[in-house]
């Protein structure tokens, strides 16, 4: 099967996706004030500090926006497929692929980070709806009804 | 006027090609074209123009049209970085180098063979797997996030669930820019308006976009040629004074993906742009009869017209209700068809339009013109023009 474009990685993102190796969901964190940031950058758009760590996330997440892809075909993917900004709890947001009914999804949607092997060299993380979220028969009467 | 910019310089100069599917011509011979179209329109020669500015995306180096021109010596030659956003940024640098004397009179161009050669609707595929994607892509590309249409629909979204606004919403910036391209014969969609119906029932492209949210892919070349305000006088046309040029970039910038700022349903950098275009002009929305605002895709335009003050936050779908922006309403906009209507020469061929509105040699010309308007691109670091009657 075709698959996604894999990541580069350098000094500055390697660490996100060797945590995806280990199936943990890194963010980078200032040493300095602590801010959380993504994508990955070697300095602290706050303070300027150029140390860093990162934290794993809880894998937690709700669906701040998303698209649904048609057209045109993109190599790797089977159309139609989702792509959502995630925002963790933790506060920050990442993109992902949210897998399921793309029709069944909503912004506010709570979805919960997984890892899918795409071959056995690389992985990627993905989301899947979490508990609490709406079905889509439910999705439609709560937009009817606002 | 704050800015020692304002009204330095003028657009004396409009050229193009014809707008087509399939131009059969080198991009370079459309620059050409359209650069020389464009200085006959100000009664100059080639040897006369000493800069040359154009985007970091143009294929046609400065040099190259240059040696088509026969253009004996440039004394400028710069390039603005971002795709469409450069648009109105090429004039600004075109308006800094003879506001200063560096040169004397400055072409800007654009041209591509951007339908029957690359299209950039695909995105930023053509990789094979396993082929590293360029850096700032790897937190999307391997997501399949690689479209221009997908980028703007995150954005989109988050604006409907926030304001209310739906794809009728967006379809209404559609129906008026096809409006104005029936009746532009220079238009690729001249003859063939369409209603909020045929929006609604085009196929998707990326939800929440329809097909007909999003602009055409095109071949032709604009180029504008620019000098000072003191020289326009003599020259063949009514200038285009430049009351107004500015560049904007903010924080979290990224390039169709600042996805991280707190609030992502606004432009930031659009903003910035605005701001900067009334503190230069003294100029105030009230002021503007006609605009021609950036349409890769309609979302960005109802977000502009909140970011530039023409109405407020989360309010561009009621502003835009009942035909305010059609050729007959209270501001016009994108009177030669936009980008969905007459042709996608990123943004230049919108300036060329700002221009003949001024000149009131436009063919859907809007009555007493005095200021007008012009962004450039959306999502993307980006700029624009405020240009009026001398």
């Not at chain 1, 190796?21 to 602590?34: D, P, V």
């Not at chain 2, 940024?89 to 560096?102: P, Y």
């Not at chain 2, 009131?360 to 405020?386: R, Y």
Request: charged share 20%; with cysteine.
């Amino acid at each position: 099967m075709a698959r996604p474009p894999r990541p580069t990685m350098n000094l500055d993102s390697s660490f996100f996706w060797e945590g995806v190796e280990k199936h943990e969901l890194r963010i980078q964190r200032c040493a300095g004030c602590k801010r959380l940031r993504h994508p990955p950058r070697p300095m602290c758009p706050a303070c300027t500090s150029l140390d860093w760590d990162s934290i794993v996330a809880s894998g937690q997440g709700e669906i701040y926006s998303y698209v649904v892809h048609h057209h045109p075909p993109v190599y790797g993917f089977e159309a139609p497929f989702a792509v959502a900004l995630i925002e963790l709890p933790e506060g920050t947001r990442i993109v992902g692929n949210v897998s399921g009914d793309p029709t069944a999804l909503y912004v506010g949607m709570p979805v919960e980070v997984e890892f899918v092997r795409i071959d056995d060299s690389w992985t990627l993380p993905a989301w899947r709806p979490a508990a609490g979220a709406r079905d889509s028969e439910a999705t439609e009467a709560t937009e009817a009804e606002a | 006027m704050s800015n020692s910019l304002s009204e330095r310089a003028a657009i004396v100069g409009i050229g193009a090609t014809e707008f087509s599917k399939a131009s059969g011509r080198s991009e370079l011979q459309l620059a050409l074209e359209a650069a020389k179209a464009a200085i006959d329109d100000a009664g100059l020669e080639p040897a006369d123009v000493d800069g040359m500015v154009t985007f970091t995306m143009e294929s046609s180096e400065e040099i190259a049209v240059a040696r088509g021109l026969g253009i004996p010596k440039l004394t400028h030659f710069s390039r603005v970085h971002f795709g469409g956003g450069a648009a109105c940024g090429t004039v600004q640098q075109a308006a800094m180098a003879v506001a200063t004397g560096v040169s004397k009179a400055v072409i800007c161009y654009r041209g591509f063979n951007e339908r029957s050669g690359r299209r950039f609707g695909a995105g930023r595929q053509g990789r094979t797997p396993d082929i590293p994607a360029a850096l700032p892509t790897d937190w999307y590309a391997p997501f399949g996030l690689v479209t221009p249409a997908a980028w703007v629909a995150m954005f989109a979204r988050r604006y409907m669930h926030e304001y209310g606004a739906t794809s009728e919403d967006f379809g209404r910036v559609a129906v008026a820019d096809r409006r104005h391209a029936a009746t532009n014969p220079k238009a690729w969609f001249y003859d063939r308006p369409i209603s909020l119906e045929d929006h609604q029932k085009s196929r998707w492209i990326v939800e929440p976009l329809h097909l007909l949210d999003c602009c055409q892919e095109s071949d032709g070349a604009v180029a504008l040629l620019v000098t000072s305000s003191e020289r326009a006088r003599d020259l063949r046309q009514p200038p285009a004074i430049i009351r107004a040029s500015a560049q904007g970039s903010s924080f979290e910038q990224e390039m169709m993906t600042s996805y991280y700022r707190d609030d992502i349903s606004g432009l930031d950098e659009m903003g910035l742009v605005g701001d900067q275009l009334w503190e230069m002009s003294g100029l105030r929305p009230d002021d503007i009869r006609t605009a021609v605002i950036y349409d890769h895709f309609t979302p960005f335009v109802l977000t502009q017209l909140e970011e530039l003050g023409f109405c407020k936050r989360g309010e561009a779908r009621h502003f835009i209700a009942d035909g305010r922006i059609e050729l007959d309403g209270e501001l016009p906009l994108n009177t030669h068809g936009g980008q969905l209507g007459e042709a996608y020469i990123h943004g230049m061929n919108g300036i060329a339009e700002g221009v003949r509105q001024v000149r009131g040699s436009a063919v859907n010309q809007v009555d007493a013109v005095e200021n007008v308007l012009v962004t450039a691109g959306t999502g993307v670091p980006t700029s624009g023009l405020i240009l009026g009657r001398a």
